[in-house]
């Protein structure tokens, strides 16, 4: 049986403007997707831990020490628009969430 | 004197340094090969052709004055366009990138210039590298040179096209579900994807952060031994680089395999796999039991989900790393009312279906009440995989399958039902589950004469036997076909 | 009983959020530096700018501060830690995810004590994590504010950034302890020295998260999320202010929606922010390009011997020795005072003297005249001095501020500076008792009051006896047998 997905919304949460049609094919395409990939949920997997890294490493750091930033033309040279020595952009229409901003 | 672009990596090392080719002149070869391929093939997305001959150029003055940057000094070799090259177009085969100019080269593009490579372009690619069949660019389809109404195989089927072609001495790809080896046994090359972490991520485009591993692409096991070693080792801007000293491997190739075990992973023999390709796995055994080695049967009870889980843990890290193509600071911008309006018609417009797809796919299992049934399981699948391999390594040295499940397929065939397509991954997707080394090299042909594809997998950090397997299969079958088009002159009607 | 505000009988729940700035010389996952004041974008990298193909790589000493930042707010360190991605869509977010911690942070479960006028109050820190900053965005246009903007312009500066969350449990009460929970925060990063902690220029900021409840009641009421809070002023009046409303609006039949509100410091309200049809998802998963972070006890035993003395240990040690909890307060803030005392008072001198003088003639000179306490030749071996002459009687209370400032502008030492001043004061008994017998015989009339019983005329005959003596008594002295001599 094929995944029943809310495709508009996840959708919106990717930033995806996907015309009616484009929703529909593609909540079609995915629910047959994770039909498949629903198969591991068949695996019990009790006690087991995930593993987000195939790497046993830890504490991979760098010293405190500072680096020669881009060039400011740099920086701005593929920006599709530019205002001075800042990214222009259209306004934004919602407040940053959560983290604190000045 | 046969084309110098068929050359090896080592044969023409030599020439060069006994000064009967020079640098100018294998470019020159190179160039003159894909001139006449290309109109077939569309392998390569760009040519930087004043950069090359300016290397090319730059590495006989080095030779001539004795400085020598080691093996691959003045070696004409492809990049696939998902590294970033300072200065030169970058694109991962999307729209969304049409005309991005890296302002950096990544680590791997660094290693390179440093051992005097000549870098002849950038090859063509699945778009950001989702795919097995090179279909996906957004730049049209590569075509396998054995057939060119057949895919090269994917996502890396630009770089195994123009090693296979010669159009290039070497390649670099990269391999995230298999997407080096796949190419290489669809292409009948050498293509290793090595163990997570021994080479740097730093300047590859992301797809799957825990999986992505870049890799060389060759006509031979020992040039692609030369070509990793090039490249491998730790990079301080690559958190997950590996901090150890790389464990040699370019020696001791001829090292043989009396002695030692290897496992046919059972689960890779079954009825899905093509028959030319599960009889071409037999007879390959076969000779290696014959040449010493002590051959048994291994199962992988989780290879079964192998696939299921990658197509959740892929899609999940691709979707945040596809995040930042949003029409800001740089790539396509397509205008909008609002910010909010402009990102999400630019990566509406920006991205093709199958990279639309993952990204849905992997938002939707990161998503809040799916997180722990989808991405979290999928995990925990990972680990049972993980096991699956350890497990294995107490009993055997390297575990050896077909690389992919058939060879190259018909332009078109699988590109309808995404599905089918994903099966393709079978063989490669485990090892990049675990992170452990794995390498594909040609065996022999098929029936309508297309390359099958022997791979070689070993454990971390293993590539020393892994090499040493390769070395000695490619040894004991003596595969040196060429396909037809490998050939600069232009065939007239 | 701490005074509250007019809430009837509703208790307010208030936990806060800090976020600190660490000032690295480098941003947290890449080497450009950290730097206030920047051009727009000269500071940036493919890290930082979140180009394709970038990768981040954690800043050693950012862990470190954050370590000691746990360890000074009595945090444990946990042994396995783990960055997630926090994803979520915003411009100046170069990477569309912010590195993050989620359900494995680095500091977890740790407490500190404020102090509101001399009560002390005990705050849970929940837990201590470590993330990015982001870019600043102008939105240009009419208003200014995001709601009428026409464009909107973006600087990547502070992107990448360093950033500490401390999260408080809801054991705050009230405003006062919100802003002394702020302040005490401050103090502590301050003594660190891991960030000037300076809520003007947004390297220390808060949000506060108000509820209140019935007194009694065990259950939490619905919270808001108050932002935009620039100063602990701020931080006190908003939490008051929202306090209020909720109490009005819950006695008026109304209920509190779980919203964020932006608090605006001219017109002293908070208002609601635009709400989102649906709340955030951040499909938190762990950051597949760092790996995870270990603390063994070796390096807790570092970090916990790196620290300084903290704030609260400061203030406890003079209380202890008899300074008043407000001045051992105003004292600990400031390190260069702290220095100064724990001289003084190593040599010897009277710590209550030492702290009101430090606190008192010594801050306001600064301030007058504009300069730094190093700049001034003042030692403790000075305070001592002082407070021998003082204890020995040769200076009044009076004299001894004037003396501190003359030593302070570069006068000389204490003795030397009361000479030339002609600030010593008589305190040989025969002088003035010859004085006061001398004031009493001129004042009958004022000495019949004295001896009926009235005490107004002291303080005339007191200042008599002083103008005699060209204000050179001690008026204490002169006081003293003032009153023996007209008693009964």
Redesign the interface.
Known sequence: MPVDIDIAKVARLARLALDEEALARYGEQLGAILEHAERVQALPTEGVPPTSHPLPMRNTFRPDVVRAPLDRDEVLAQAPDVEGPYFRIPPVLGEAPETARE | MSDPADLTVAAAGAALRAGELSAVDLLGAVERRAGVTEAHLHAYLSLDREGSRRSAETADTELASGRDRGPLHGIPMALKDN??TRGVE?T?ASRI?AG?????D?TVVRRLRAAGAVIVGKTNLDEFAMGSSTENSAYGATRNPWSTDRVPGGSSGGSAAVVSAGSAFAALGSDTGGSIRQPASLSGVVGVKPT??LVS??????F???LDQIGPLARTVGDAATVLAAVAGHD?????S??SEVPPFTAALDGGVTGVRIGVVAELLGDAIAEPVRAALRSTVAALEEAGAHVVEVSLP?FD?A???Y??IAP??A??NL???????????I???????????T??EG?GPEV??R???G??????GY?D????????????V?CDFAAAYEKVDVLVSPTSPTTAFAVGEKSAD??AM?YSDVCTIPSN????PALSLPVGLDGAGLPIGFQVMAP?LGEAVMFRVAAAVEQLVAFTDRPALATSEVVLP | MTARRDVGDFEAVIGIETHVELQTASKMFCGCPVSFGAEPNTTCCPTCLGLPGALPVPNEQAIEGILRIGAALGCELVPYSEFHRKNYFYPDLPKNYQISQYDLPLCVAGRIEVDVDGETAVVGITRVHMEEDTGKSLHVGEGGRIADADHTLLDFNRSGVPLVEIVSEPDLRTPEQARAYGAELQRIVRALGVSDAKLEEGSMRFDANVSVRRSGTATLGTRSEVKNVNSLRSLQRAVAYEIERQVRLIESGGAVVLETRHWNEDTGVTTAMRSKEESQDYRYFQEPDLVPIEVDDAWRARVAASLPELPATTRARYRALGVDARTASTLGDDPALVALMDDAVAAGADPRLCAIWLTGEVVAYLRREDVALDATPLQGAHLVELASMVGAGDLSATAAKEVLAGVMSGEGGPRGVAEQRDLIQISDAAVIEAAVDAVLADNEDAVAKLRAGDPKPLGFLVGQVMRATGGKADPKLVSTLITARTAG
């Open positions: 590294m970033c970058t991962c990138l991005y100019v890296p302002p950096y990544a997570y972490g991520r730093y300047g590859l485009v992301a799957a952060s825990s301080p801007l690559d958190a997950t590996y901090r989780s989900y696939l299921s889980a197509y959740l999940a890290e979707s945040a995040a930042r193509f949003d029409g800001v600071r740089y790539g396509l911008r205008a909008g009312a609002t910010t909010e309006e402009m990102m999400a018609r990566r509406a991205f639309t797809r990204i849905l796919l938002t939707y299992a990161l998503s809040a997180y049934a989808f991405y979290g399981q999928a995990q925990r699948v990972r680990t049972l993980r995404p599905v994903y589950l675990s992170g452990d971390a």
